[in-house]
Nanobody
């Protein structure tokens, strides 16, 4: 299948920036889209950003204008550039890949904590 490994999380003060990376391996040629989700304690996992094979990006309203998702050709690595971070952005961020429009793969998650 597809293996996903996130990195780049950490502790940052409000207004700061972080760049998350997701390294994909396996059957990446069959990926239709990839996305970033996040989950805070006691809350449901929610979509942060999604990018299609054509490069079209979609963002949650709460992160529009602050976060930017991008990918390398061949789905080797996807990124989430997070600027102007807010305390409410604190969550575990998960990388997601969809193959054949139905099969989901998930990374282990990386913690992002925004102080102040």
């Amino acid at each position: 299948q597809v293996q996903l490994v996130e990195s780049g999380g950490g502790l940052v003060q409000a207004g700061g920036s972080l760049r998350l990376s997701c390294a994909a391996s396996g059957t990446t040629s069959s990926i239709n889209a990839m996305a970033w989700y996040r989950q805070a304690p006691g809350q449901q996992r929610g979509l942060v950003a999604r990018i299609s094979t054509q490069g079209t990006t979609t963002y949650a309203e709460s992160v529009k204008g602050r976060f930017t998702m991008s990918r390398d050709r061949g789905w080797n690595t996807v990124y989430l550039q997070m600027n102007s971070l807010k305390p409410e952005d604190t969550a575990v961020y998960f990388c997601n890949a969809v193959r054949f429009a139905t099969y989901n793969s998930w990374g282990q998650g990386t913690q992002v904590t925004v102080s102040s």
